[in-house]
């Protein structure tokens, strides 16, 4: 089993940066794939991007290309999401997600462990 618990959520105004951080802990040696996904209310969780665990090779959205970094240090079990150039559309609660496949998928499905996520709110 893999505990993931993300950091870092809060109000940021449009143009503001936040940066988030997802711990795992656990057997987290059978994690081969990361992502970061996130949920407005009334909409569908979407996929922001992933990072393959072992490579470090990072896929993203296109809603968070050239904005968002995702990062990893594989010492610390941690995954991190960098936002910057926020909008009010970036506005819902942000999941991380692990899976124990070697893709980093886009589908909620690819994924095995979730964590509790963390509210994000850009205001205008």
């Known amino acids: 089993q893999v505990r993931l618990v993300e950091f870092g959520g809060g109000l940021v105004q449009a143009g503001g940066s936040l940066g988030l951080s997802c711990a795992a802990s656990?057997?987290?040696?059978?994690?081969?794939?990361m992502g970061w996904f996130r949920q407005a209310p009334g909409k569908d969780r979407e996929f922001v991007g992933g990072?393959?665990?072992?490579?470090?090779?990072?896929y993203y959205a296109d809603s968070a290309k050239g904005r968002f970094t995702i990062s990893r240090d594989n010492a610390k079990n941690t995954m991190y999401l960098q936002m910057n150039s926020l909008k009010p559309e970036d506005t819902a609660v942000y999941y991380c997600?692990?899976?124990?496949?070697?893709?980093?998928?886009?589908?909620?499905?690819?994924?095995?462990?979730w964590g509790q996520g963390t509210q994000v709110t850009v205001s205008s």
């Open positions: 656990g057997r987290t040696d059978s994690v081969y794939s």
């Open positions: 997600a692990a899976g124990r496949s070697g893709s980093v998928g886009s589908e909620v499905y690819v994924y095995d462990y």
């Open positions: 990072v393959s665990w072992a490579s470090g090779t990072t």
